[in-house]
């Protein structure tokens, strides 16, 4: 069975860093990409930023580009995401997804985690 | 940035009825556009893939059409666990973006 388990959300001040992680298991975690996507309080989804199986590929939606970095150890099967320099709009719940690894291109997303939420606030 | 635009933003029926949802992008996906459903305080669940492949475990009912700019998610025949809030997703380049969703709520 698939799980996803994040952790590391709670309450930030601005400007503050949290560091998230994902715990996978359940399915060969080095040969799948990997995103973390958001929600904010009452809002849709937003993708943050991906990465890829081996971790040589990274993207980010622009609202974090520059403060967030992926990252992921297939040794230990995490997932992780730094948040650096955060702000108020940063407060949403964090989900990690496993991407369907399907033969063209990333995502969608097969499977998520519970989500971890992270308040941003003084 | 890809934007994708749901309709209706809200969707009344009852039990038994067919729900027909809507989700058109600002550009061309072909047909890299998926949906999902969300159920109040759990995680997005995967229906539909590359406009019209259904998930595993995803019952018959559900079912995804259109290519291009204009896809539509149908559900015939509405069971009370389908009550949600569905979303679209293109992964036709990045970034990913997703609608702003449609809340199916029983009439």
């Known amino acids: 069975e698939v799980q996803l388990l994040e952790s590391g959300g709670g309450l930030v001040q601005p400007g503050g860093s949290l560091r998230l992680s994902c715990a996978a298991s359940?399915?060969?975690?080095?040969?799948?990409?990997m995103s973390w996507v958001r929600q904010a309080p009452g809002k849709g989804l937003e993708w943050v930023s991906a990465?890829?199986?081996?971790?040589?590929?990274?993207h980010y939606a622009d609202s974090v580009k520059g403060r967030f970095i992926i990252s992921r150890d297939n040794s230990m099967n995490t997932l992780d995401l730094q948040m650096n320099d955060m702000r108020a709009e940063d407060t949403a719940v964090y989900f990690c997804?496993?991407?369907?690894?399907?033969?063209?291109?990333?995502?969608?997303?097969?499977?998520w985690g519970q989500g971890t939420l992270v308040t941003v606030s003084s | 940035e890809i934007v994708l635009t749901q309709s209706p933003g809200t969707l009344s029926l009852s039990p038994g009825e067919r729900a027909t949802l809507s989700c058109r992008a600002s550009?061309?996906?072909?047909?890299?556009l998926a949906w999902y459903q969300q159920r109040p305080g759990q995680a997005p669940r995967l229906l539909i893939y590359?406009?019209?492949n259904r998930a595993t475990g995803i019952p018959a009912r559900f079912s995804g059409s259109g290519s291009g700019t204009d896809f539509t998610l149908t559900i015939t025949s509405l069971e009370p666990e389908d009550f949600a809030v569905y979303y679209c997703?293109?992964?036709?380049?990045?970034?990913?973006?997703f609608g702003q969703g449609t809340r199916l709520e029983i009439k």
């Open positions: 359940g399915f060969t975690f080095s040969s799948s990409d």
């Open positions: 990465i890829s199986a081996s971790g040589d590929i990274t």
């Open positions: 997703q293109q992964r036709r380049s990045w970034p990913i973006t």
């Open positions: 997804a496993k991407d369907l690894n399907l033969p063209i291109g990333w995502s969608p997303f097969d499977y």
């Open positions: 550009q061309n996906v072909i047909s890299y």
């Open positions: 590359d406009t019209s």
